[in-house]
C-alpha cells in the first residue's frame, strides 16, 4: 500500500444525492480534493444518478461499498460481482473499500452490517474473499470497521484478527469513527483505546459524518488521531447528507479546512484524468 498518494479532504458521495451535489458543484469544488462514490447494493442493477455525471467530476474518486459481505462462506452474487466491476470500470477509482463484517447467510440477508465472528475458519474466509476480490479487479482494497452490535465471539483478539488480515492481503484500513461512536451504544468500547491497538501505519483513510449533534465528539477522535498518534492518512472523507450539501455554507467550509490543516498540511497536489 506504499505507492498509494496521498489525497487530501472530500466528500462521500451518494448515488442518490448526485443531484444535489451538482446544484453546488463549483463552491464544494473550490475546497475538496477528492469524492467518494457509496455504492448500495440497493442501487446495482438499476440506472442511477451516477450517470448523470461521469465526466463532470474532475477530481481524483474512490468508490466505498457495503454489500460484499466479505465474512460470509459463500460466493458473492455473480451478478452483483459483475455490477461491482461495471461500477469500478466506469469510476476508475484510485481504491476502493468494504467493511470487515457479514451481512448474513445463505438464503437470510440480515441489512445490516454484522461484526465478524473471531474465530480461524471465519479469518480464512475474509481473507480468500478479500484476495479473491483483489484478483478480480486489481484495485488496491481497503477494509473498514464496523459497530460492534454485540459483544465480541471467537477466540481470536479482534486487533489480531484485523492485523493478519491486512498482512495477509496487503490491504489498507479505513477508520470508521462513526462506527467506533456508535458502538459504545451495544458495546463497553473506548474508541481512544481501540485506535491505539490498531496497525496504525495500515490506516489509509478515515470517514467522519459531517454534522453537528456529535461534532465535538468526532472532532476529538480526529485530533487524537492527528496529534497523539500523529496517523497521517491518505484521504480523510466527510459523510455529509443532502442538506448539507444543498447549503454548503461556510461553517462547513471551515470544517473542511480544519481538516486539511491537522492532516495533510505537507500534501502534495496531484493532477488527476479518468
Not at 487530501?8 to 477528492?34: A, P
Not at 463532470?56 to 459463500?74: C, F, Q, R, V
Not at 477522535?221 to 442538506?243: G, H, M, N, V
Request: with cysteine; hydrophobic share 35%; charged share 25%.
Amino acid at each position: 500500500m506504499k505507492d498509494i498518494p496521498n489525497l487530501g479532504v472530500g466528500l462521500m458521495l451518494k448515488e442518490t444525492s448526485m443531484s444535489s451535489y451538482l446544484k453546488n458543484q463549483e463552491k464544494i469544488d473550490e475546497i475538496c480534493d477528492i469524492y467518494e462514490i457509496l455504492v448500495s447494493k440497493y442501487f446495482l442493477g438499476q440506472n442511477s444518478s451516477l450517470d448523470e455525471i461521469k465526466g463532470k467530476i474532475t477530481k481524483p474518486l474512490l468508490l466505498h461499498a457495503t454489500w460484499s459481505s466479505l465474512g460470509t462462506d459463500e460466493e458473492i452474487e455473480k451478478k452483483n460481482l459483475e455490477e461491482l466491476r461495471n461500477k469500478l470500470n466506469s469510476l476508475v477509482p484510485l481504491w476502493w473499500s468494504d467493511h470487515l463484517c457479514f451481512n448474513g447467510v445463505k438464503g437470510i440477508q440480515t441489512g445490516t452490517l454484522l461484526p465478524p465472528i473471531l474465530t480461524s475458519h471465519s479469518k480464512e474466509i475474509f481473507i480468500k474473499k478479500i484476495k479473491f476480490l483483489k484478483k478480480e479487479f486489481k484495485i488496491p482494497f481497503l477494509i473498514e470497521n464496523v459497530p460492534f452490535l454485540f459483544n465480541p465471539i471467537g477466540e481470536i483478539d479482534y486487533f489480531s484478527f484485523i492485523t493478519d488480515i491486512i498482512s495477509e492481503t496487503n490491504s489498507g484500513i479505513v477508520l470508521g469513527i462513526d462506527n467506533l461512536v456508535e458502538s459504545k451504544k451495544f458495546y463497553n468500547i473506548d474508541p481512544f483505546n481501540f485506535i491505539d491497538n490498531l496497525p496504525l501505519e495500515n490506516i489509509i483513510q478515515i470517514h467522519c459524518p459531517l454534522e453537528e449533534n456529535k461534532s465535538t465528539q468526532y472532532d476529538e477522535i480526529l485530533e487524537y488521531i492527528s496529534t497523539k498518534k500523529e496517523i497521517k492518512p491518505r484521504a480523510l472523507i466527510w459523510q455529509p447528507k443532502d442538506e448539507v450539501l444543498l447549503d454548503f455554507n461556510d461553517e462547513v467550509v471551515d470544517k473542511l479546512k480544519w481538516s486539511k490543516n491537522i492532516f495533510f498540511e505537507e500534501r502534495e497536489s496531484i493532477g488527476y484524468n479518468h
